[in-house]
Every structure is written in C-alpha cells, then in structure tokens.
C-alpha cells in the first residue's frame, strides 16, 4: 500500500528545458511534503519542502506546488541542466506523528541530455 | 566536513550469517535513522533515535536491531540475515525532532544475502 507515488520511474529532458516530476499521495493526513535527490553511490539530500498551507515554493530553478484537492504535487525544475540527472524522491510527513515518520515514494530518475 | 558516514559501502552476506552496519555522524544531531530501500520502492524507516540511550522502531523493524550508547554513533545489527535483508541501507541524521526536519543522509551499504 503505497501512500506516496511516484508513477514515472524515469523522465528525459533536453537541457535548458522545463523538467517536471509528479508525486501523488493518498493519506489526507499528509501536511507537509519534501523533495530530495541522489545522485549514484550517494545519499539523497534535501532539496525543497512545502507546507500543506501554500500551495507554491520557489528556491532558485527548483519550485514546488501543491494541489491539495488533487492531492498531488510536483517539482519544476527550471532550466533543466545536466547535473540535475540524478534520482529524486517525494517525501510525505503526516500530523500528529511523534517524530520524523516520513513517507518516501519510489523516486523518479531525471536524465537531462545536453 | 563529514557529515554522516556509513561503513561498509559493499557486503555480500550467506545466509544466517550476522553483521553490523556502522553510522557515525559528527554534527552533534540528537535524531539519527536507518532506511532501507528496495528495488521500485520508496525507503522505509528502520529504526530510530531520538538521543543517545533511546532508540524506537519504525515501519519494517523485525530481523534488526540497533543499539544508541553515543550521539555519534548509531549501529544497525543484522542478526540472522535472510535474502530478504538484501537492499541499501541508509543511515540519516537531524538537528531537531520534528517532522519537517530535513534529514542528512549516509551515503549508503548495499547488502546482498545468498
């Protein structure tokens, strides 16, 4: 039962392009959502978060939106360049949970071709 | 500027045979985690620990065992090891508690049980 989805495994984009990557969730208990990348034989890290009360959050090329309605959100990454390529994750955080309990999706490999 | 480091970064384990996965992180983090992840699927919390001396279990606990006696370290215990043992392990770090604390994450043990 997978509460966080991320239905495209993989996305190829031309470089200097828009590259968007989806997530959906299932659980409404969801309220706040975070979006990590990992390149090969490293960690993921942190790269942009938002909170279930804003629906858009901008930092540099990368920006979030949330449809809550929808219950899905996705990531734009704008221009897309070559060192983007890397597999990113979609992360759910549910309320009322007693420590850091989140919810990953199956991520999303993002190859940007120059 | 180490961060989180994770040894071994390979092991190939027979079955019932045991071993120790080591996590060290060295930015004076209360909260340290292990997540596994498995082929097509999002990564799953472990366990947990919310500071040195208390430790709690996560979503897929059972075959692990995780002991916290510093705040820098956090072994994850791997007793009896099954085929279904072999994924990548991940071991996380946060400055707070918190569910929109972003994580800082090892940089991964890929294990194989035959």
């Known amino acids: 039962d997978q509460q966080v989805k991320q239905n495209s495994p993989s996305l190829s984009v031309q470089e200097g392009r828009i590259s968007i990557l989806n997530c959906d969730y299932t659980?409404?208990?969801?309220?706040?959502f975070l979006w990590y990348k990992k390149y090969p034989a490293e960690g993921p890290t942190f790269l942009i978060s938002?909170?279930?009360?804003?629906d858009k959050n901008e930092d540099g090329r990368f920006t979030v939106f949330l449809n809550k309605s929808a219950k899905h959100l996705s990531l734009h990454i704008v221009p897309s360049q070559p060192g983007d390529s890397a597999v990113y994750f979609c992360a759910a955080s549910p309320i009322l949970e007693y420590g850091n309990k989140l919810v990953f999706g199956a991520g999303t490999i993002l190859r940007v071709k120059s | 500027n180490a961060g989180v480091t994770q040894t071994p970064k390979f092991r190939i384990l027979k079955i019932g045979q045991s071993m120790t996965l080591q996590c060290t992180q060295d930015m004076n983090h209360n909260y340290m985690y292990w997540y596994r992840q498995d082929p097509g699927m999002g990564l799953k919390l472990i366990y947990y620990?919310?500071?040195?001396?208390?430790?709690d279990k996560g979503e897929v606990p059972n075959g692990y065992n995780v002991s916290r006696s510093t705040t820098e370290d956090f072994p994850l215990r791997l007793e009896l090891a099954a085929p279904s043992q072999t994924s990548v392990y991940f071991c996380?770090?946060?400055?707070?508690?918190?569910?929109?604390?972003?994580?800082?994450f090892g940089s991964g043990t890929q294990l194989s049980v035959l």
């Open positions: 620990s919310v500071g040195a001396g208390i430790t």
């Open positions: 996380a770090s946060s400055e707070h508690e918190g569910r929109r604390e972003k994580l800082f």
């Open positions: 938002i909170s279930s009360i804003k």
């Open positions: 659980n409404s208990m969801f309220d706040y």
